[in-house]
């Protein structure tokens, strides 16, 4: 079995900075792409950050410039440090991953749990 667990969110007053941090375990054989997404009430859940395998990285345009997602792959995490905050970025904040479980099973997509990032004064 695999596990994403998300740590790091909070209350944070607008243009402050949070970093978020996920961390998969269990039997993973390998982990292609990791990525960020959040669920505002009443909307949409959003891909906010991507990475691949290879470090390459995508944004929606609603975080550019502002969220920087990284990955360390010896510890199996994936990190997403978000700087001039606003109210809009309020939500639950989700990590995924595409994870192989052995070389001969195809890659699954696994979900967090969700950490909550508040933005307010």
């Known amino acids: 079995q695999v596990q994403l667990v998300e740590s790091g969110g909070e209350l944070v007053q607008p243009g402050g900075s949070l970093r978020l941090s996920c961390a998969a375990s269990?039997?993973?054989?390998?982990?292609?792409?990791m990525g960020w997404y959040r669920q505002a009430p009443g909307k949409q859940r959003e891909l906010l950050a991507s990475?691949?395998?290879?470090?390459?990285?995508n944004y929606a345009d609603s975080v550019k410039g502002r969220f920087t997602i990284s990955r360390d792959n010896a510890k199996n995490s994936v990190y997403l440090q978000m700087n001039s905050l606003k109210p809009e970025d309020t939500a639950l904040y989700y990590c995924?991953?595409?994870?192989?479980?052995?070389?001969?099973?195809?890659?699954?997509?696994?979900w967090g749990q969700g950490t909550q990032v508040t933005v307010s004064s």
């Open positions: 995924n991953a595409v994870i192989y479980t052995s070389l001969t099973a195809p890659p699954r997509s696994y």
């Open positions: 269990g039997s993973i054989f390998d982990i292609y792409d």
């Open positions: 990475i691949t395998r290879r470090d390459v990285t």
